[in-house]
Nanobody, 112 residues
Framework: EVQLVESGGGLVQAGGSLRVSCAAS????????MGWFRQAPGKEREGVSC????????YYTNSVKGRFTISSDKAKNTVYLQMNSLKPEDTAVYYC?????WGQGTQVTVSS
């Protein structure tokens, strides 16, 4: 059974940092690229960042470039999203994805 379990969300002031994690199980870590989406209240879900399964190539949506960093630890089957210089507009539920699979999401709230 494939499982993606996010953790690390929370409440932070603008300008602060958070790291969200996604622990994956039930599939080979090399099988899928892994990524992060987010959905703010009343808005469509948007892709934030992803990392390729081989080579570690990364992608970031423009609004987070220079502030967010995606990384993976294959030994731990875990993907991380380090979020720095957070803004209130980063407030959303953050979802981890791997191929067709989704985690349950973790709430990130940035106060102004």
């Amino acid at each position: 059974e494939v499982q993606l379990v996010e953790s690390g969300g929370g409440l932070v002031q603008a300008g602060g940092s958070l790291r969200v994690s996604c622990a994956a199980s039930g599939f080979s870590f090399d099988e899928y690229a892994m990524g992060w989406f987010r959905q703010a209240p009343g808005k469509e879900r948007e892709g934030v960042s992803c990392i390729s399964s081989i080579g570690g190539n990364t992608y970031y949506t423009n609004s987070v470039k220079g502030r967010f960093t995606i990384s993976s630890d294959k030994a731990k089957n875990t993907v991380y999203l380090q979020m720095n210089s957070l803004k209130p507009e980063d407030t959303a539920v953050y979802y981890c994805t791997a191929g067709p699979f989704w985690g349950q999401g973790t709430q990130v709230t940035v106060s102004s």
